[in-house]
């Protein structure tokens, strides 16, 4: 059993939501769960989560690899997504993921030696009126990235 008791409770409880028949349904949120406990994506965690629910694990695998918010490589402690959509390229996405890139050493899908961060690209995280935008792993988000604001994210992550 790669996931814990205390995941698998968390992952009934997003069963139990859905009919018997459409348990399919709940592999979104079981594959967060299992994310946030280990970190990535393994392909046997996809694969336990697939018997688990009841459903193929091509499925699943195909549900992981479509939405950029799974990590089904390993990633650094801390995933920094940033915003270069089309809004936030031009009110400074762009300049903020050149900082980022430049501060910390490393490119898009790349992860600094000490395992601290890795860098991505993300997709429009909806707040464009908060460009530039970026989201520490898939659940803080962070908005109007200044270079100060940048330099001091970097430094409080790093602690």
């Not at 393994?42 to 992981?64: F, H, K, L, N, S």
């Not at 936030?88 to 900082?99: E, H, I």
Request: hydrophobic share 40%.
């Amino acid at each position: 059993m790669l996931l814990s008791e205390h995941c698998y409770k968390k992952i009934d409880r997003e069963l139990a939501k859905y009919p018997a028949d459409q348990r399919q349904s709940a592999v979104m949120a079981a594959l967060a769960h299992a994310q946030v406990e280990l970190g990535w994506l393994a392909p046997d965690t996809m694969q336990e989560i697939a018997d688990y629910i009841g459903m193929p694990a091509i499925a699943v695998q195909e549900v992981a690899t479509f939405y950029n918010m799974y990590n089904v490589k390993k990633v650094g402690t801390h995933k920094i997504s940033v915003c270069t959509n089309l809004p936030c390229a031009l009110s400074g996405g762009v300049d903020a993921a050149k900082r980022l890139q430049a501060k910390l050493g490393i490119g898009f899908r790349e992860t600094t030696g000490d395992g601290k961060f890795t860098l991505v690209e993300g997709e429009c995280m909806g707040a464009c009126g908060d460009a530039p935008v970026m989201i520490v792993n898939n659940h803080h988000m962070h908005s109007f990235m200044s270079d100060d604001k940048i330099d001091a994210l970097v430094e409080e992550l790093n602690k």
